[in-house]
């Protein structure tokens, strides 16, 4: 092999590693990335069941209960517009509580119920994810 | 005044930086009187900036609260630990902590760099000075750590308590020297298209220091993984965080240059892929500064919600990336070929490595902006999680770890196919062996922790193959440096495995007496009783765990109440065994008097760890090594 083409090879290879792993990627991504919803879009969108969901909002006053099992608890995720009734089974976070902002990762069951596998609480008094402060804020603007 | 000094030696420290470029630019074009001041310039820099973030610490160990960053981020009950890890637990205090670690980076490659010829290296230095001006001018004018607030506030606001753990007095400063070294083969790269000088000798110098910082990139994303599993307290130890991507793809890039370099250093292969390697590795350290430092994503790690910080840092971003990309356009073309070789043979191998080890960092990177650019494209919210992460990057990096255990069974230059079949064979019958053994005990398992446990037990007698019929005693060092880094793998895609496919969870409400069996554990809810520390208030848990006849254990998780800033965590209770790790969580109490329990059993999880710490100090073996040959040569380099 001469000299230029040994470079040229290689980097065909790089650019061909690349590509491949790109096309891998996006390929993943479409199946697997899970879009933000507030309740307020949930309401508008046709979502499929099953599909994976990332539910932010507030923890609606007076919905929060526990289950008799002692580890599962129901909720509604509100954005003031619009809620969604959600399930979850596990520890929830410390400042997880009614009234404070919240995103659920989870799916929509086909009976249309909303399960969360993760829940993600603001994470100090002075803070409040983006999302969540985006998502009372659409709402908010909405209403007026 | 102690504040003021401080600003005003971040002031100097940028003046100098200034004169160390201008100095350095004149010196490689010919100005022989100012090569001499570059390298004590560069080290008066490194010192004031060093002197910079020494004040600030003093300020936070104090709590000088007339200092807007103290009080924002410090109190005077914290422990001493905490005070002075709070000064990099905050946005500014981490900015200078990198703007004094490059500082430092560089003023050790003036100090001690000789076998740089010495254009090249006085290019390198200008590189270095550079990369500093952009990033004092990002904490001068837009992330002052030393700014006052009149009047001085009674009480601090305190530390974010999810980091108030001696993680953080280790965690940050390890990450950031790793992330910030790498600058320096960034400006090697950038010394080397100047002055076109590009071969093993220029291979052998930059070798040390890639792998020091890659040795404290590996130790940072290790303890920052066993940091996130205990704290967090959610059973796992690697979420795939744009944070923790953020660290990971420096760390991948440093992998192949490592890898590259040596091809460089022996064989005079691969000049300019190694150079843009260089260039890229240093690149997905400014990103991941970009990612984690300008507030666009949500974690612990965002401490600062300000757009005018991320777009400072996003135009520092475009600028040095797409200059040192354009300098590399424009020079490369110029770099002679290196030495050619056979499609199997050592070098082939490493290529190998190097373009699995970059369609990885692809991946990742593409999952880590994607989010990003969407947003910003189209306004729809969206996020990537494990599920992509684990399916696109998995698969190849299982081919990696089986192209690892070949490659240092190859022979450099050229190889051929029977004698290598021979040496690999033992390893792959370990690997067939270990995959039909646990396949067999465990029928269900994924097809990923399969092969990896497979592929672990294979690449466990490959990587100390090396070894072989060698006078162990006579061995240089680098190669136990390599045996070892690469043993780590295998012992830690072991544990991973492991943790990913034998894990039992157990997740219950419990009265106060019950028990819970737990893999080999049963598990019995003693009491729960209030409890208090220095700054903060807690409900105990207390489990009696055991193991068949064995000891009782005891365990106390607890659900803390910080009061400053009012914030409750919750705090896991580990117990290590030798094969394996039982990790407890106390939740909330029902309504009926039940406490919720949330109990792992994770056998050889420990092993992830081990793994990371055994590559760490193979790259330690190995740069001692490197280090100790290059003494015992003669120094016909030094002036």
Partial sequence: ?144 | MIAEAGLGALWLGAALCALQLVAAVLAVRGDAQLTTIVRPVAVAQAALTALAFGLLIWLFVRVDLSVALVFENDHSEKPFLYRFAATWGNHEGSMLMWVAILGVAGAAVALFERKLEERTLLATLGGQAVIGLGFYAFLLFASNPFARIYPAPPEGRGLNPLLQDPGLAFHPPTLYIGYVGLSVAFSFAIGALVTRDVGPAFARAMRPWVLGAWIFLTLGITAGSYWAYYELGWGGWWFWDPVENASLMPWLAATALLHSVTVLATRDGLRAWTLMLAVIAFSMSMVGTFLVRSGILTSVHAFAVDPRRGTFLLALLFVYIGGALALFGARVGTVREGARFDPLSREAGLVANNLLLSAILGIVLVGTLYPLIVEAATDTKLSVGPPYFNAAAGPLALILVAVLAAGPLLRWRRDHMLPLLKRIAPAAVVALVVLVAVKLAAPSIHILSLLGLALAGGLALASVAPLWQRNLRRTPLFIWGMVVAHLGVAVSLAGMACDSSFTVEKLVAARVGETVAVGPYSITLDAVEPTFGENWQALQATLLARRGEGNVLKLSPQARSYWAPPTETSETAIHTALDGQLYTVLGKEGADGRWQLRLWWKPFVTLIWAGGALIAIGGTLALIGRLWRARRRPRELWL
């Fill in chain 1, 1 to 144: 092999m001469k000299p230029r083409n040994q470079r040229l090879t290689l980097a065909l290879l790089a650019v061909g590693a690349v590509i491949a792993a790109a096309l891998l990627a996006l390929s993943a991504l479409k199946d697997q990335a899970a879009y933000f919803y507030t309740p307020s879009d949930v309401a508008k969108a046709h979502l499929q069941s099953g599909a994976a969901v990332r539910l932010g909002g507030m923890v609606e006053k007076g919905s929060l209960k526990r289950l008799p099992d002692g580890i599962s608890i129901t909720f509604a995720v509100t954005d003031n517009a619009a809620s969604v009734p959600v399930r979850f089974k596990g520890i929830v976070p410390a400042l997880f509580r009614e009234g404070s902002g919240v995103v659920a990762d989870g799916r929509f069951e086909p009976g249309g119920q909303f399960v969360a596998e993760t829940i993600l609480a603001k994470h100090d008094e002075r803070y409040m994810p983006p999302e969540i402060a985006g998502a009372m804020h659409k709402s908010e603007s909405l209403k007026k």
